[in-house]
């Protein structure tokens, strides 16, 4: 992994840069894809409530690896691993968190489904470092 600073080239598990001793950061951005579509078939109420559940798994899943729920934007999150707390393997981390959420959401999405047939949820992950 580059430290995003100096450019130096680090192992994965490290926490700070060897070079300059930057924190290595994982961001993970993770929405709800067909936010839009969804309100329009369930309406705000509903579709709000979904969404409500749905940044609760995307939450939950996020502490679970250790990461940091940096802001809601929109339908999404964007979520920190390694900052503000320095972590080992925050990359990693945010890889275990991402497969976490996918698994959770498709769950989900299979529950209400079965609930009415109007509504899909996709989901979206996104790393940068």
Known sequence: MDCPT???EN???KKFCRECGGKLVTVMFCDLEGSTSLTEKLGDEEAFSIIDEVFG???QQVHRYEGTV???RG???MALFGAPIALENAAQRAVN???AIHQEVTKFSHRIQEGTSQTDLE???RFER
């Open 97 to 99: 968190a991402a497969l």
């Open 123 to 125: 989901r979206r992950s």
């Open 6 to 8: 100096c450019r130096t």
């Open 11 to 13: 192992p994965s598990h």
């Open 57 to 59: 798994i995307l939450t």
């Open 75 to 77: 339908d999404g999150i």
């Open 70 to 72: 940096q802001e809601f």
